[in-house]
Structure formats: C-alpha cells, structure tokens
C-alpha cells in the first residue's frame, strides 16, 4: 500500500475520532455539568480562552452562560464560579464536596506530589520576603533587593526573634519578674528582638535624614512623624 492510499485511510481515522470524541464528551459531561462553550473534539476549549486575560474572557463567558458555567480543558473538566453568591454556594453550603483538589502534574516538577523530581521546593522564603517588601513599602516607602544583606539580616532577626516570643527562659522571666534585675539576663535571652529594633532605629534614623514635612506624606513612618512634630508643636495645656 503507498503512501497515497495511506492519506485518506488517515483523514477517514481521524475524522471518526473525532466523532467518537464528541460524542463521548456529549454522553459523559453534557449532564453532569453546568453550560458552557461547545468543546472542540480532542482540545476540548483549549481554544476558548484568552489565558493572557483570563478575568475578561471568563467575565464574556459568563456573560453568555451565568455565573456558574463549564469548560473542558482537552479532557479536564473546569467548573467556573463568579460571584460572591456562587462562591458561597460552592466553597460554604457544599464545602464537603468542593474540598478536594484534582492533581495538577506541572507542580510535580516544582516539588508537590509523590512524582516530583529533584529537591522539593519550598515557597517559604520567597512569600516571606515578597510579604516584607510589601509591609517595607507601606511603612517606609522603599523596597528591598531580594540579596540585599541588610534586608535578609532583617528577615533573620524576625525569625529569631518570634522564636524568641515562644521561648522557655522568656516565659521564666514573665512568671519570676525578679529575675529581670540579674544584669544582661533579658538582653541575652531576647537579644535577636533587641538587634531587630535596632536595625528598625537605623532605618528610622535614615528615613527622618530625607523626609520633607513641607511634602505629603510618602508612607505610614512619615505619617508618623508628621504626627509626632503635630504633637510637640501643640502640647496639651496642662
């Protein structure tokens, strides 16, 4: 058989998958699930989303579907909530059936799940200082490298330092007072909190260098310290 006899034998083959596709798709989803867009035999509605801007092509889709309607992503079925009222229903009325999560293979590359490869991956230390950065940006206006020694030397010291808070000799001197008057005994049992305020001062101390009060304030610190100047400037008349 050449080769131009094996051309339609395998139009004729795909076109029946395609088919046997469908209509399996028709006979075990069309009734078990909310209404969506027509699935494409073997993408499914792959083709359907924009995932460059998913809020808007779901906010078009549920436009044309409700706030509760289906996908297929190839042979995955997606169910789409929008809404407060929809979410509610889902997550809080049917919690125990909405709970679990289906496996997701591309996050086994990254460490989850019992196939992943290599090192597992901890996402700890990259929230704790996008988390910071965020808090550095409001209260002080600025943003940390994520290499930055200083920034990572805090990171630190808070850790310790909450370590510190849970800490057995701190729990002895909150119970026997007493002992707070052996000298260093506090500064050494709470010395990363201690280092922490300290590095705090610093930034403060730089931060005061470059604030303008003539100028709106910039972040929380300088609304701080507008304040403080408001209050030295207008003492309370005894």
């Not at 779901?58 to 044309?64: E, G, H, K, S, T």
Request: overall charge neutral; hydrophobic content about 45%.
């Amino acid at each position: 058989m050449g080769l131009e006899a094996l051309v339609p034998l395998a139009v004729i083959v795909t076109i029946f998958l395609l088919l046997v596709d469908l209509m399996h798709r028709r006979q075990r989803w069309a009734a078990r699930y909310p209404p969506g867009p027509l699935p494409l035999p073997g993408l499914g509605n792959l083709l359907h989303v924009d995932f460059q801007n998913t809020p808007y092509c779901f906010d078009q889709l549920r436009r044309r579907f409700g706030d509760v309607f289906s996908l297929q992503l190839a042979w995955t079925p997606v169910v789409v909530l929008n809404g407060l009222a929809a979410v509610r229903e889902a997550l809080v009325t049917h919690g125990e059936d909405t709970a679990d999560r289906p496996p997701v293979p591309i996050t086994q590359i990254l460490g989850f799940g019992p196939r992943s490869q290599g090192r597992p991956f901890r996402p700890n230390g990259l929230l704790d200082k996008a988390v910071s950065n965020v808090i550095a940006s409001l209260t002080c206006g600025r943003r940390f490298e994520y290499d930055d020694p200083r920034f990572l030397r805090l990171l630190d010291l808070a850790q310790e330092g909450l370590k510190e808070e849970s800490g057995f000799l701190r729990e002895v001197l909150n119970a026997v007072p007493v002992l707070l008057h052996i000298p260093a005994l506090a500064g050494k049992v709470l010395r990363f909190q201690k280092a922490f305020l300290t590095q705090l001062d610093e930034l403060l101390t730089e931060h005061r260098m470059t604030w303008d009060p003539a100028q709106p304030p910039r972040d929380l610190t300088e609304v701080f310290l507008a304040e403080m100047e408001k209050a030295k400037g207008n003492p309370e008349s005894s």
